[in-house]
Structure formats: structure tokens, C-alpha cells
């Protein structure tokens, strides 16, 4: 940000300031007019050069001008410059763009203002490889993990032409939310051009950008909401990558414009870098720079290094610290490997257990498919607990089902019912159903695992549409499962 630093020769000021002194003793008695009350703020801050009696001045132009739009513009514009003599760029720049905000009918000095405001935070060359994932856990205070973020940046291409995309998955245990964003982005210039971004509670929406406009298509509107902006602008799915590529330093300090397409509006953020500060995380111990965003109070701390990871970040009581770095291959396999059972996951589908769960009998572990739509997790507890009152998994499975029809709307049972079968040669009882979920219709497979210590009752859910998509997957990694 460029701080605008003018100079104003003190002893004429001195000379010029008495001689007006003298001269208001002459004014008559009776209210100036806003008009006078502007001229009068001019000569104090460039003739007699006393900034801060100028901006008081200014401000009661406000107050008084309140039938003229353009009397108000200035004022409001000058009260800007006063503070970039000062040195203040803050305050000139939250004083200019009140000019913009507050003032749209006086388009000269509307355009003035803009021409003062700071420009597009400037950007570093990309700090990230090809294919680079940062997973997190999220804390309430007390430690207790609620929930799981992966960040991904990857080259794609379209018609011949490269561009960066953005992805990102999410899932919360306490409230079972989850939700998957992907923003496709220039390859220079970072801007967005496309988006997605789908959650379980807030919606899904898709945008399409363009020069100074944004149309976003959300599933709860009948028609596309369309925004105008100034650029440049950021799909809010992709700011974190952008934090990662700010010229960070302690006392930085910048605006940028994003666009929430969930929400279907945008918006101006503040950020700040308030100090530098060593962040301990499970990755290593880490210098970073502490960066505050004042509308939302959050706050991220990015790595003071060549890679600038997010270490950390906090928002509404919690805490996000950085669990792993690793490297994306399309089409890779990953083996989940849990002290309680493994198992193969397809390409893109990721595995959250959360850290200090009260109670060490029993685990959950959520998986999280590519597109978030599915609902599924796996519970694992001591074979020779579950035992004590259901001696098989058939047993098991039957006992768990029972009242589903008194919790699910619509319930039916598949006409098989629950079947014994064998999976990676150990015991096992599976069974399908659907229900109504509101307005959606869905259906699960549900199934009972022993091995030698731990029994595991495993759960797909989704919509019906969804649910055959999805069962090339749920057979992959049912059958790579091996319960210990």
C-alpha cells in the first residue's frame, strides 16, 4: 500500500492561520452555510496547513450539507486527503471509500476517491507444486476434534490453455455438515472464472465470472443472481490460496473484494498482518505471519517461508492446525491405515477420525467422498464388548436396525433384508434401506464387520439418484476392508 506523504511550509502556515484568526472575528454571527464551511476547511488545510481543525471542518460540512450530494462528496473526499498528509492511510482509505459507499451520484469525486483507494493487492509468484494438499483439524477450546478442511491447488487444463484450480473439502462430526468448493482461475492473474461450491446445510451455488461481473446460479432462487464489481475480485473459495501469495509483513496491510456465491453477494475484507509470531502445529514448528481480517474476525497464520503454508486458522471459538502436506495424483489409491482396521480408498475420497474423543472404546472415522454428498462413516469398538450382547454380526446389524422405522420418515427395509456374508474372508452381515430426509429421498447399505479384536459397523448414506453412482466406490472399499 503507498502511503501519500505531503509536506506544508510552517511559518507561512503560522502567519496564514493568525490572519484567519483575525478574520472569523469579523464574520457575522449567523450560521455559515455549507458552501462557506467548504471554502473555509479548504484554506485551513492547504493554505494554513492545520489538518487536523480542516478535518473538523469537513465534518460539519457533513452535517450540514445534507441536501447537497456533491458539497458532501467533497468533504468526505478531503477529510481522505488530510489523513494521507498525515500519513494515516487507513484512515484515508476507509475516508475515500465512504466517498464511493455513501455518495454514487457525485461520480467525479466518486472517481477521484477510487483513484486514491488501493489498488489490487499484489501478488507473488505461486508458492505451491502441482498438486499440493494441506489437511487440517479443526478444535473446539477444550481439544476435542470436531471436524476436517483439505485445501488443494492443481493445474488443469481447457482448450488448450492452463489455469489453476482450487479445491477444498469439509466435514464437521457434531452437526454432520459437509461440503466440497472447486474454483477454476486464471493462470496469471489468478482471477476466478468459474466455481462451484456445495454444503450440506447452506446450498449449492455455481458462478460464472466475467469483466466487472459475476452470475451466480443458486438452487434456491428461480433466477441467476447477478453482480457488478470492481476488479479485481476473488470467489471466496480461493482467498486461501490468495493469503498464501500477498507480499506479507509485519504491519501489511490491504483490501480485497470477494464474492461468497453461497450467499450471492460480495464483499471488501480487510486484512492486516499484526505481528510474526512461531506456530507450533503436528507438521513442525513454523515462523508466521499472524494475518487479521477485521470483518470476520478471523485469522490465519501463513508460513514465513518459501512454501507459505496456512499453519493455523481460527474462526468462532475454532482452531484449525495444519495435520499433513502431502502431493495429489490423479487417479491414486490411498490406504487408510487405523490401529482398529485398514482399508483402500478410491481417488479423492479422504478419512477424518477425530483426536480426543471422550471415551477410547469407541472410534468414528468419517469419509468424505469427492463431491461431499455422501454421508459415511465408520464405527469400531472391541469385538469382545459387543460380544457380551450380540454374539454375530448378523445379531449386531439386526439389533441396530430395529428402530429405524420409528426414527426415518418412510423407512423400508431392501426385500433381501439382512444378509450374512463374508468380507476379506472374516465375518460380516450387510443390509440396504431407504427413508425420506425431508425433501429427499435417500438410501444406505449398512454393514457389520468382526475381525480377531474389533467389530466395525460401517454406513453409506446418500440421495437415491446419487446412491448407484456411488456404488462402484462402496464395493472398492468395503472389499479392500480388514478389520484387525
Not at 485551513?44 to 450539507?65: D, H, P, Q
Request: charged share 25%.
Amino acid at each position: 500500500m503507498l502511503r501519500t506523504m505531503l509536506t506544508v511550509s510552517r511559518p507561512v502556515g503560522l502567519v496564514l492561520l493568525t490572519c484567519l484568526s483575525i478574520a472569523s472575528l469579523s464574520l457575522p454571527a449567523t450560521a455559515a452555510t455549507a458552501a462557506e464551511l467548504l471554502e473555509k476547511a479548504i484554506y485551513t488545510e492547504e493554505t494554513v496547513g492545520n489538518l487536523e481543525e480542516a478535518i473538523e471542518i469537513y465534518e460539519k460540512v457533513l452535517t450540514e450539507s445534507k441536501k447537497s450530494i456533491n458539497a458532501s462528496a467533497q468533504a468526505q473526499y478531503r477529510i481522505g486527503t488530510c489523513y494521507a498528509k498525515q500519513g494515516k492511510a487507513e484512515e484515508a482509505a476507509a475516508a475515500f471509500q465512504a466517498v464511493v459507499d455513501n455518495y454514487p451520484g457525485a461520480t467525479d469525486w466518486v472517481a477521484k476517491a477510487k483513484s486514491r483507494l488501493p489498488g489490487a493487492p499484489e501478488l507473488l509468484p505461486v508458492p505451491w507444486g502441482d498438486g499440493d494438499e494441506m489437511l487440517f483439524e479443526m478444535k473446539l477450546p477444550t481439544g476435542m476434534g470436531i471436524g476436517h478442511q483439505v485445501f488443494r491447488v492443481a493445474k488443469t487444463e481447457k482448450a488448450d490453455r492452463k489455469f489453476w484450480e482450487c479445491s477444498a473439502w469439509q466435514t464437521v462430526t457434531i452437526n454432520g455438515q459437509a461440503g466440497k468448493s472447486h474454483v477454476v482461475a486464471d493462470w496469471e492473474t489468478f482471477a476466478p472464472i468459474e466455481s462451484q461450491w456445495k454444503h450440506t446445510m447452506l446450498g449449492d451455488s455455481k458462478a460464472r465470472y466475467g469483466k466487472g461481473q459475476v452470475v451466480i446460479d443458486m438452487v434456491n432462487k428461480d433466477e441467476p443472481v447477478t453482480l457488478d464489481y470492481d476488479d479485481p475480485v476473488y470467489d471466496n473459495e480461493q482467498v486461501a490460496e490468495m493469503f498464501r501469495r500477498l507480499p506479507l509483513k509485519e504491519g501489511y496491510t490491504t483490501k480485497v473484494n470477494i464474492v461468497p456465491i453461497l450467499m450471492g453477494t460480495h464483499m471488501t475484507l480487510t486484512l492486516k498482518v499484526t505481528k510474526i509470531e512461531t506456530i507450533e502445529c503436528p507438521v513442525g514448528s513454523f515462523e508466521c505471519f499472524r494475518l487479521l481480517i477485521d470483518e470476520l474476525k478471523q485469522t490465519f497464520w501463513i508460513s514465513n517461508d518459501e512454501h507459505r503454508y496456512i499453519v493455523r486458522f481460527e474462526a468462532g471459538g475454532v482452531v484449525a492446525n495444519l495435520t499433513e502436506v502431502r502431493q495429489y495424483k490423479a487417479d491414486e489409491s490411498r490406504t487408510l491405515e487405523h490401529e482398529r482396521f485398514t482399508m483402500t480408498l478410491p481417488p479423492d475420497w479422504f478419512a477424518y477420525s477425530p483426536s480426543n474423543v471422550e471415551g477410547g472404546k469407541k472410534t468414528r472415522t468419517m469419509l468424505i467422498d469427492p463431491n461431499a454428498e455422501v454421508n459415511s462413516r465408520v464405527i469400531a469398538v472391541p469385538r469382545e464388548l459387543i460380544q457380551e450382547e450380540r454374539g454375530s454380526a448378523r445379531e449386531w446389524l439386526e439389533w441396530g436396525m430395529k428402530d429405524n422405522p420409528k426414527q426415518m420418515e418412510a423407512f423400508s427395509l431392501d426385500q433381501k433384508g439382512v444378509e450374512s456374508i463374508t468380507i476379506g474372508g472374516q465375518e460380516a452381515a450387510q443390509t440396504y434401506y431407504e427413508f425420506q430426509d425431508g425433501d429427499k429421498s435417500k438410501k444406505a447399505r449398512r454393514t457389520i464387520v468382526y475381525g480377531d479384536q474389533w467389530a466395525v459397523d460401517f454406513r453409506f448414506v446418500t440421495t437415491m439418484d446419487h446412491f448407484e453412482k456411488c456404488q462402484t466406490d462402496f464395493e472398492k472399499i468395503l472389499h479392500s476392508l480388514k478389520v484387525n
